[in-house]
């Protein structure tokens, strides 16, 4: 944990440390051109300027680097990006968020992005691929050899949210019918080993995965030991045609590394590593929480007005038809309000702990559904056990607000009337809690996607609905 804070604070002062850099090249611009000093004093600061802000981006990580680009303004974003090496423009468009992408792609030319495109592996110009110019990429496709064009294509062709898509073709293979010496000859002539190699990729002739060579057990095993004797025969597979969240349980639940990806046939056509799978996550929790928050995709901090708000509309929109419903089903019972003012200070206690338990058992559901857990055989148990505790909860917490009532107005029928309503309410919650996601996945929606938004407008005219209708049967 201290070296993540390190590492985190570091981060930080380097952005700080670019932030002033850029401050101090905007004042010697502004006096150059007010001209208080020699022209020929004022072009040198400038080149100073500049020069320690290359240098200063030279020293990070191109992880850092994006940090860096994505907290900047447009303007100095640009400013900083022109500084940066052309030979690191590559590393550093992979890290940076889509939306920073496309205001960095949108300002380089097409020479620069062939170039910078040509320096990364072939999965690695998938991943960029889609936010490319069609001109780029056929420029890109030319410079490649066969082998390289062919995984390229593979790489392209598999959706976004299968394993094909994290798959990497770096990887190294050795035959079953050779000797651990022959092996370790083969690594010695290398100039590097492929990042995150864990273990070796044991073939037959015709490519097809005969086992697994762990680095550690090559590592300590007699030269003159045949590898079909040390390779691990049985191990975790994964295709490419799979979801990437299959992929991502596996390497939780087993504590991976790197994995092979064979066709249907057993042939090795890549492998899926560990920061592959890190990234997936982090990608599919940031959709994820904007989902919740209602945006419909990542947006820029610094993109312009108009962008974030067609960004951001979608579930206004959405927001403000519930809204009308709610605002509806409470106009219907007008005259009941007006003859029991206390029903309007008492319903939003209702239609808010509905809300509240409806959206914890919507989180307890789309966990469910993303680790796989849920199936035909244990719905119906799960869908018994929420209205079991939604049951309990609505006498619990049902009582307690009753009591509340009673305790401020003295009136004991209005105290069993916010009891029951409630209980109904939180009833009414647990079902669609369940109902909604495993609906959604049903249709192929994202289960996390709306979903909040959803039952927040049925717990609240609900709630609303049962509250009122039952004092209106029952008080006024």
Known sequence: MAELDDNRSSV?????QVTALLRKHEQNLLQQHGLPRPQQVEELLHKQDLAALQKKLDQLHPADVAYILEALPL?????VWDLVKAERDGDILLEVSDAVRETLIA???TRELVAATEQLDTDEIADLAPDLPREVMQDVFRSLSVGEREQLRAAMSYPEDTVGALMDFDMITVRDDITVEVVSRYLRRLDEMPDHTDQLFVVDRDGHLRGLL??????????????SKIMVAESVKLHPDEKAQDAALAFERYDLVSAPVVDSDGKLVGRVTVNAVVDFIREETDSEKLSAGGLREEEDLFASVWSSVKNRWTWLAVNLVTAFIASRVIGTFEGSIGKLVALAALMPIIAGIGG??????????VRALALGQITVGNARKLFAKEIGVSFINGLIWGGVVGVFAFLIYHSVPLGLVMTSAMLLNLLLAAVMGVTIPLLMQKLGRDPAVGSSVLITAITDS???????GLATLFLV
Request: proline share 5%; no cysteine; glycine share 6%.
């Open 75 to 79: 303007e100095e974003r640009l400013v």
């Open 12 to 16: 930080q002062d380097s952005l700080q």
């Open 107 to 109: 300002h380089m030319e």
């Open 462 to 468: 609900g709630g609303f609905f049962i509250f009122l």
């Open 214 to 227: 762990p680095v550690s057990r090559l590592l300590v095993t007699d030269l003159d030991v045949p590898v």
């Open 356 to 365: 509240n338990s409806g959206n914890q058992t919507i989180t307890m559901i």
